[in-house]
């Protein structure tokens, strides 16, 4: 299974965010697909205010601020309602 993080290049808060989803990640073995927001202008126009974003299967686990806390308090939720 795999988390998809969306972020940019030369973002503190996105550098730290990633620390939180590699943790949350390795607990759960779900792989990480990094993407640039600037590969995509969809992308761009719908996450620039909001990253490091971060996605599992087509649910928002969470933005901003991440914690690895709150991103598998999501994640159990999401996987809960399965």
Same mark, same amino acid.
């Not at 973002?11 to 590699?22: A, T």
């Not at 969470?62 to 994640?75: I, K, N, P, T």
């Given at each position: 299974?795999?988390? *998809? #993080?969306? *972020? ?10 990633? /620390?939180?989803?590699? *943790? ?7 792989? =990480? /697909? ?7 202008? *969809? ?7 909001? =990253? ?10 969470? #933005?901003? %601020? ?10 159990? %939720? =999401?996987?809960?309602?399965?």
């Amino acid at each position: 299974m795999i988390v *998809t #993080f969306y *972020t940019k290049e030369h973002c503190p808060l996105c550098d730290k965010g990633y /620390r939180e989803v590699e *943790t949350f990640a390795k607990e759960y073995e779900l792989s =990480i /697909r990094k993407v640039d927001i600037y590969s995509d202008d *969809t992308l761009l126009e719908k996450f620039h205010l909001m =990253i490091p974003v971060v996605y599992y299967e087509s649910h928002e686990l969470g #933005f901003g %601020q991440l914690s690895a806390d709150e991103l598998e308090e999501s994640f159990k %939720q =999401i996987e809960k309602e399965k």
